[in-house]
């Protein structure tokens, strides 16, 4: 199982996040009142699920001995009624025929961040009683 922690870190909004050996910081723009510490929750989403689509897009391209250099993916999401709509640009560097792209573009529907976002997800929230010393 994948484990983060995320704790408040004083400020209005921002969280100081730890991830394995990582420590990064979340935050809001000033436009909704954070300090603009770090990536929004949302952009942190985005860079998952771009970061998996490259990511496998290397992996199976290694596997098929493809001559694929440079993935780059661009990201955005927008919310509209309770929906929420996310685009993935991809742009493929390599000397590849149209079909590797194609097949490539396809692939990176599998990841599986892509997968976790596209599927039914439980999320169970439990409450911990915090002590004084905590």
Do not use: N
Not at 4 to 27: E, H, K, L, P, Y
Not at 35 to 62: F, H, N, R, V
Not at 114 to 124: D, N
């Amino acid at each position: 199982m994948t484990s983060v922690r995320v704790v408040s870190d004083g400020s209005r909004f921002g969280q100081a996040i730890t991830i394995r050996q990582f420590q990064m910081t979340a935050d809001e723009p000033p436009s909704v009142g954070g300090d603009d510490a770090g990536p929004t929750p949302m952009e942190y989403i985005l860079a998952g699920l771009g970061s998996c689509k490259a990511m496998t897009l290397q992996m199976y391209a290694e596997r098929k001995g493809w001559p694929l250099e440079q993935v780059t993916v661009e990201l955005s999401y927008e919310a509209h009624q309770g929906e929420y709509r996310m685009e993935a640009q991809l742009t493929l560097k390599g000397d590849l025929d149209d079909a590797q792209r194609q097949r490539l573009r396809e692939i990176s529907d599998r990841c599986p961040v892509h997968k976790m976002l596209t599927a039914p997800v439980q999320i169970q929230t439990a409450l911990v009683a915090a002590t004084a010393t905590d």
